[in-house]
């Protein structure tokens, strides 16, 4: 059994689906980040950075900070959604690595500028819109050649990057520029896991699907 301390965020997302995918057993526990319940001295314990997610496997007695090596543990622990050739397991380590040097927190500082401090700092607001959307457009241009990040398997760098692109709506994006990252953000949106494990720990809203036919 897997004890899962998370919230309704990307990150959070990342380790919900992906148990979801691999069809471990785990139990929830909301940690509301908007009262600061990240830093009381239990959940502490576990994830010294005070972040969620944090898992503690009942199983094998270990608790996971960071949810990159919660994803790596999880495909370790279950041999899911890494594949099995050298190149291309690292194929889905390189993108996996993509999404939470960049694709995680510079799309987090556009939500920090551009969704909840507009104004505060128009450089930064511009930097970080630019950097979001440079990004978006490196996803794009590798998902015209392949089907999933990591080649023609869904994997552990899906998981970690589609809960970030799933707040398109926060990032100033204009879809029509990305359709091949949109064909793939639907693509993986339609999946049955995927669609459980946005809802951990709240439902609170719909999965958002562009509008747009591209």
């Known amino acids: ?3 899962l301390y998370t919230w309704s965020t990307p990150n959070g997302r990342k380790v919900s689906i ?3 995918e691999v069809g471990l057993p785990y139990e929830v526990f909301p940690v509301d980040i908007t009262k600061a319940q990240q830093f009381e001295p239990a959940f502490l314990a576990m994830s010294p950075n005070n972040k969620i997610p944090a898992i503690r496997d009942l199983d094998d007695g270990l608790t996971l900070m960071e ?8 495909a370790n622990k279950t041999g899911r959604l890494l594949p099995l050739s050298k190149r291309d397991y690292w194929q889905a380590v390189q993108w996996l690595m993509m999404q939470m040097g960049s694709v995680g927190p510079m799309l987090g500082q556009v939500h920090h500028f551009h969704r909840f401090n507009p104004g505060v700092s128009d450089y930064a607001e511009r930097r970080y819109l630019t950097e979001g959307a440079r990004i978006y457009g490196v996803l794009d241009r590798r998902l ?5 990040l990591a080649g023609g398997e869904y994997s552990v760098a899906d998981v970690a ?6 707040r398109y709506e926060w990032q100033g994006i204009d879809w029509t520029n990305y359709p091949h990252l949109l064909r ?15 809802g951990v720990p709240l439902a609170t809203a719909a999965i958002p699907l562009p509008d747009t036919a591209a």
């Open 161 to 166: 990057t589609w809960p970030w692109i799933a």
């Open 18 to 20: 992906m148990l979801e």
């Open 1 to 3: 059994m897997i004890e």
């Open 184 to 198: 793939w953000y639907r693509s993986v949106a339609a999946r049955p896991a995927v669609q459980r494990g946005y």
């Open 67 to 74: 949810s990159g090596a919660i994803l790596l543990y999880l």
């Open 144 to 148: 015209a050649e392949n089907e999933y």
